[in-house]
T-cell receptor
Framework: KNEVEQSPQNLTAQEGEFITINCSYS?????LHWLQQHPGGGIVSLFM???GKKKHGRLIATINIQEKHSSLHITASHPRDSAVYIC??????????????FGKGTKLSVKP | EAGVTQSPTHLIKTRGQQATLRCSPI?????VYWYQQALGLGLQFLLW???????NRGNFPPRFSGRQFPNYSSELNVNALELEDSALYLC??????????FGPGTRLTVT
């Protein structure tokens, strides 16, 4: 079992729809990141969370430390939101300390 | 403020050769991380350098190595290249614990 699981793997939405991407993890963490990767490979860090909720424009990220779960929401989705969204956790203990452990990503396609 | 930069953008090598990838962190950042994203696979942690020292290493063979220079820039060296080393190699830098900023990546192709 992967230490970081994301769902769904692929997601197709119509422009304007509300989108939710989920991330569950099994290790102790010091922080959780949501990353966006566009075709071509460049990665942009959207959020870093250690508790609660953060909002930036149409993007909202939440984390529940007790349940080891995080969600990324996109409101009023737009075709330019089409990308791969990756959840990554920073391990707190042992061999994972200091480095990021990545989920496999959710490929989002927003149709006009 | 300039972001994390990586060079070259693309690199084509043949099997058995050595590849050197370079990363310049954001000014003032002391930590540099290297990640590999092979085709069809997720991102995997390779190496973490901080203040010139290797702090942690992912599950990669010893032919993957690197170093961090006094100006905090970093090099990733891959010796005896194999076809499966073809991947996007991403560098990230951080100052405070937890916040990492990614570079655009170097796409390595091994033929």
């Amino acid at each position: 079992k992967n230490e970081v699981e994301q769902s769904p793997q692929n997601l197709t939405a119509q422009e304007g729809e509300f989108i939710t991407i989920n991330c569950s993890y099994s290790v102790g963490i010091s922080a959780l990141h949501w990353l966006q990767q566009h075709p071509g490979g460049g990665i942009v860090s959207l959020f870093m969370l250690s508790s609660g909720k953060k909002k930036h424009g149409r993007l909202i990220a939440t984390i529940n430390i007790q349940e080891k779960h995080s969600s990324l929401h996109i409101t009023a989705s737009h075709p330019r939101d089409s990308a791969v969204y990756i959840c990554a956790v920073k391990g707190r203990y042992g061999g994972s300390q200091g480095n990021l452990i990545f989920g496999k990503g959710t490929k989002l396609s927003v149709k006009p | 403020e300039a972001g994390v930069t990586q060079s070259p953008t693309h690199l084509i090598k043949t099997r058995g050769q050595q590849a050197t990838l370079r990363c310049s962190p954001i000014s003032g950042h002391t930590s540099v991380y290297w990640y590999q994203q092979a085709l069809g696979l997720g991102l995997q942690f390779l190496l973490w350098y901080d203040e010139g020292e290797e702090r942690n290493r992912g599950n990669f063979p010893p032919r993957f190595s690197g170093r961090q220079f006094p100006n905090y820039s970093s090099e990733l060296n891959v010796n005896a290249l194999e076809l499966e080393d073809s991947a996007l190699y991403l560098c990230a830098s951080s100052l405070v614990v937890d916040e990492q900023y990614f570079g655009p990546g170097t796409r390595l192709t091994v033929t």
